[in-house]
Structures are given as structure tokens and as C-alpha cells.
């Protein structure tokens, strides 16, 4: 099998790579080495590159002449590159549009003109495009709007139903009606309303995996808007503080690189068709403070750690991914 790989250079992309050349498939990677994800990197930095076992192209993916030449030879996609910050969207809006948005377009609309060629597409999709994750409303599941500002300068970080009611957190299904809170989730699902359109105008198979909070080795300690994981051990080896903003106890679904990965190329060989989305998480939620708590010990870390009470417009409470689909079709984690 032939596979393109864009943002292929990055953190989920290099051990996509890997995993695609252990199983004899033939890759091509097209990555702009944005210096937010890749600092200072060079081109003779990257293992794979050195091996010569990948073709390497240093372009964006909206360089139309280098994708109609990547496209050529391809049979599939996993298309990665993005940015992926979602405070930073909510000020570089412009720029989120044209590197999320109109690259997808831009892939889609140079893969129209070989689409015989191409009979698979794995996009990479966000657990953010749901906003505040799901909760049980009475017998209902229920997706509150965004929180309330007030209860949160206050120092009540929790959502609320329409009447004040209380909530109980649940896994969040596929199914559950989108909200997005920030630009940058907002793109991820104009992606996918791309990708719907796209498969079934075409007849290409669009996979969307909506991704929880991945981490692992390789993960960018340049990038500002990295994985908090990253960010929490990074300050903790340098012994500096760490901020932890409202209380805490936000949930969120980690999930390894490594099973990322496995999902990912199980996409690519199973056979779904037309338009489909699928969570990839581990399933269960994890607040903050757990985690930071969690990372001291075996990092030997004495930084301290405050919570600070603040908060980000475009952030969520809590979300997990329900796993039910993933797990049937061997995707999900512990399956």
C-alpha cells in the first residue's frame, strides 16, 4: 500500500511512519516543519529521513504542485497536519482558518483530480469539536452551551442544565450533537463537514478519528500548545512552579501515542466506506491535579503547584470518549 502521510514530521506523524514501514507499506510524508511544533529541527534530524525508508517533502500541503506529484502514487491518506492550539485560535483566527481549513480544501480539491487513486482517507479529528462533553440530564444525555462566565469568576467551574440542574458526567458518544467552543475546534469540524461531502461526491472513504488528549515520547517541548502532559513534566524537570488554571478537577481522556497509532492504521485497513467518525481515547476521564500529582513522583519533581482559579474562554470542563463503536470494530483502547 502506498500512503501519504502530512504532518507526517510531527509527533503522532513519526511514529505513523515507523509503524507504516514495519508493515511493508510505502510512505511519503509532506511536512512544513512549522518552527511552533519543530523549533530549530533540521531535515537531517529526522531518523527516518537519514534511512532513506520514506520520501520526504519540506512543503505545505496547500503547494498544489507538490501534492499533485505526492498524489500521483498515493492509494491512501492520513492527513495530520494541522495546528492545534486552542487558546491560540481564539486571537490567530485568520491563521487557524488558512492552515486548518483551507489546507483540508486544498487536499481534497487536489485529491478530486486522482480520486481513482485514492480509496482511503484517515483525518485527524478532535474530541474538541463537542464542546463540553456529554452528562445525564435526568434520563436524558445532555450537551450543556458554554459555561457561564459569572459562576466562573465566582469559582464554579461546573456546567450546568438549562435550569441550574445538576449534572452527571458521562462518557461522550459519537452521536451527541456538536458544539464547538473555540476556532480551532470550529475547524476540525468544518474538516469533517468537508470530508462528508467529499466522500460521498467522490466515493472516497473518509475515516475522522476524534482524538482525546495524546501523549508520549516525541511529543513537541517547543510547541506552547502541546499536550499538557509535555508541558507539566517539562516545568517539572526545569523544578519551576507549575500554574494549574481553575480548580483543577477538569477531566480529560489521555491517551497514548501508541494506540493512537494502532487506530490509525487499523482505519486504513478496515472496511468502512463512505463518511465515517469514530472517538479515540482510553475511555476514561482524569483530572488535572491527579496528574500532576502523578508525574512528580517519578520525575522526583519539588516544583510546586498552584491552582490559580483562572480560566481560558474556549475551554471545557470535562470530556471521554465512549469507545462502544471503536472498541467493535478492535480500535479502541483495551480492545
Known sequence: MKVLVTGGAGFIGSWLDESLIEAGHEVIVIDNLSPQTHGALRQSNIPWLKTGDVEFLCADVRNR????IALARMEEIVHLAAETCT???MYQIAHYYAVNQ?????????NGACHRHISRIILASSRTIYGEGAYRLGKQLFVPTSRDTSRMKAGDF???GPSVEMLKLVATPEHVTPRPASVYAATKLANETFSRIFAKVYGTTVVALRFQDIYGERQSLHNPCTGILSILS???RQGLPINII????????FVHVSDVVRAICLGLDKTLTGFDALNMGSGLPTNVNEVAQLLQQPLGSESALHVTGDFRAGDIRHCYANLSRARALGAGTGA
Request: glycine fraction near 10%; aromatic fraction near 6%; hydrophobic fraction near 30%.
Open 65 to 68: 504542485s507538490v501534492m499533485d
Open 87 to 89: 487558546g491560540q485560535s
Open 246 to 253: 481553575e480548580d483543577g478537577r477538569e477531566g480529560r481522556d
Open 234 to 236: 517539562n516545568r517539572m
Open 102 to 110: 483551507q489546507a483540508t480544501a486544498a487536499l481534497f480539491e487536489a
Open 158 to 160: 461546573e456546567p450546568y
